[in-house]
């Protein structure tokens, strides 16, 4: 829902955020919340309880890095960022997202401080890269731990919409030195007397749509019509995949020892590398100032 990709056999995931002093009431709401979302026939949430709960705003905003930043922590912060959407409480949604960017661009001082050569808010790619990588080693720990169960299915997510939240992050970042839209940000940040609320504001407008979307407007701008027509028409037909229920069943039983003859997961294997192939054209190839950044931000 939140990506704007929602299939029939979608799960929901959600959580209730608070941004206000304590309340009692606040475990009865999440009750009736959750009661109602099951009542409309939407499966639960996974079982790490990450989701399906309540998120306080303290930790989302302070505790960015250090060992109070649990896994948990980490994936409700990124994806409020960049795979969030809110029904309602609207106020409160948006002033969680705006104080944890003032984080990412105020702590960071390399932008305020540095040369202004290029300006690429660091802090907050870093932590976009912590959230992918721990996203990767999970994988593997919950293979482990659910003794293979629904392995085909999240390896195909972690193939295509995992790896497509971590791509648009990495884009946003990008963009704050590339998008002539954020000029104004970046004359802001090299003038003594200017400031960082400007490319704050530009950050939100840039999480303000979902990730696809984001990925669009960096390849209009970007790349080449071929890379294009890989990252589209295979993201394409994995929402066409996810959304048929023969397949989906197929993914969700499939032990790791038949993925080789497996139909459904080869055609799965088939477009992740056509998706990877356009990413790798979009940061690599195409356009020289983006492999650039990737280079020199991607990596060290």
Known sequence: MARDEMTSESDLDWTLLLDKPVD?????????????????????PGKTNIFGTMTFSHSLVHDIGGPDDTNANTTRRILL??????????EAYDRVRRHILHRYVEDDYGLSFGSGQKVVPRFLLNDLSRYWRSVTVDFVQKQRADAGGKWALRNAKLRMSRKLIFAAGLLVCFECHLDPDAESARLDLRDPRGGTARLIQYLEQRFSVPPLEILARSVRRHARPETARLLFDNYDAFLSLMDNHEQRAVLKS???????????FVQVREISHGFQEGLTRLFFRDNPEIYSLTEFYGVF
């Open 24 to 44: 009692p009431a606040d475990l009865p709401t999440t009750q009736r919340i959750a009661s109602k979302i099951y009542a409309a026939k939407f499966a639960e």
């Open 81 to 90: 960022l960049l795979e969030s959407y809110a029904p309602a409480g609207r």
């Open 254 to 264: 499939l032990e790791p020892g038949q993925a080789r003859t497996s139909e459904v």
